[in-house]
């Protein structure tokens, strides 16, 4: 069993940046596709991105492609989230999660271990 951790939340300008890491407690991300998710309220919880660990391959929602990075860190098993050009819509709570196998999925649902969420705020 892996326990995501995700830390590096905060309130942001508009066009500004943020970086959020995620943390393995438990076992290590290997062989694991670890994903991004956020949530803002009143809303549904929709896929960011996501990184199959082993090879570094990454996929990412339109919405936030060509503004948001996932990368390995040099940290042992500790993923991050680089976010730039901040939109106030990017505000949510994000959440970092891992599902077993090679399959960067974009449902929810598919994935089986979850972060307790951190805070992003976008002010305008």
């Known amino acids: 069993q892996v326990q995501p951790v995700e830390s590096g939340g905060g309130l942001v300008q508009t066009g500004g940046s943020l970086r959020l890491s995620c943390a393995a407690s438990g076992r290590t991300f290997s062989n694991f596709v670890m994903g991004w998710f956020r949530q803002a309220p009143g809303k549904e919880r929709e896929f960011v991105g996501a990184i199959r660990w082993n090879t570094g391959v990454t996929n990412y929602a339109d919405t936030v492609k060509g503004r948001f990075t996932i990368f390995r860190g040099n940290a042992k098993d500790t993923m991050y989230l680089q976010m730039n050009s901040l939109k106030p819509e990017d505000t949510a709570v994000y959440y970092c999660?891992?599902?077993?196998?090679?399959?960067?999925?974009?449902?929810?649902?598919?994935?089986?271990?979850w972060g307790q969420g951190t805070q992003v705020t976008v002010s305008s």
């Open positions: 999660a891992a599902r077993q196998g090679t399959r960067l999925a974009i449902q929810g649902n598919e994935y089986d271990y």
